[in-house]
Nanobody, 119 residues
Framework: QVQVVESGGGLVQPGGSLRLSCAASGRIGSIWNMGWHRQAPGKQRELVADITSGGATFYPDIDSVKDRFTISRDNAKNTVYLQMNSLKPEDTAVYYC???????????WGQGTQVTVSS
């Protein structure tokens, strides 16, 4: 079994920064994809950023995320980070992390961490 735990959310003023962490424990192997997603009230969950164990990254073309957010990894710790800069009120959402194991198709999700951008 794999456990996924997010941390680092909170309340921040517009223009501020936060760094989210996602730690995966258990048997995830050496080849995986980990992604950050967010879900705002009344909206569908959307992908924010994704990274492979090899370091390849993907950012969807939404809300200038690619210009403001950076995903990174620490393979030794099975941990992925999301550095969020120049935060906007529309970034307010619950941010979720998932771990996808390509070989098996297993997909594990964390419980989410709340990010609120407000003055």
């Amino acid at each position: 079994q794999v456990q996924v735990v997010e941390s680092g959310g909170g309340l921040v003023q517009p223009g501020g920064s936060l760094r989210l962490s996602c730690a995966a424990s258990g048997r995830i192997g050496s080849i995986w994809n980990m992604g950050w997603h967010r879900q705002a009230p009344g909206k569908q969950r959307e992908l924010v950023a994704d990274i492979t164990s090899g370091g390849a990254t993907f950012y969807p073309d939404i809300d200038s995320v690619k210009d403001r957010f950076t995903i990174s990894r620490d393979n030794a710790k099975n941990t992925v980070y999301l550095q969020m800069n120049s935060l906007k009120p529309e970034d307010t959402a619950v941010y979720y992390c998932n771990v996808l194991i390509p070989d098996t198709g297993d997909d594990y999700w964390g419980q989410g961490t709340q990010v609120t951008v407000s003055s």
